[in-house]
């Protein structure tokens, strides 16, 4: 048996990390479908800070805070899109948003697992993230208009 000088051990470490930072670079950016089957990457939506809600038709508290997420978007500080819990083609995603009266952005994650977010177990489940993608934070429950003020407020205060 060989032993393996402290040195040897350093270096070995630091292939390791690099192997491992060069793994992370080659992960695919986050991309979306939309409602006319055009993908979309989260980088193209990037710039401001975005809300990525999860909703379901059949969840009613998803549904009330829809028309305030709707305003959210129209203001533009803050891009809004919203993605069904439940799996939907492109064309579902149009017949949401007609039968529903969903006036923000709907979308397909392509991968779920590249998001930089969980799925959410709970409905509504909100996500916030930067201006560069990364997650801010989750906002569980339904939101109103008194925790969308905060939440803007929050954002103002940021740098």
Known sequence: MRRVSRRGME???ICWLIVASLL???T???SFTDGAGKQIGLEQLGGKPLLVNYFAPWCAPCLREMPLLAALHREGQIGVLAISFDPASPADLKVLARQYHIAVPLMIPD???NLPFPR??????SYLLDRE???????VGELDEQKIAALKARLAAQP
């Open 11 to 13: 270096m070995k470490r």
């Open 24 to 26: 992370g670079a080659c």
């Open 111 to 113: 991968d779920e697992a």
């Open 120 to 125: 959410p177990t709970v409905l509504p489940t």
């Open 28 to 30: 695919p950016a986050p």
């Open 133 to 139: 993608g990364k997650l801010q934070e989750t906002l």
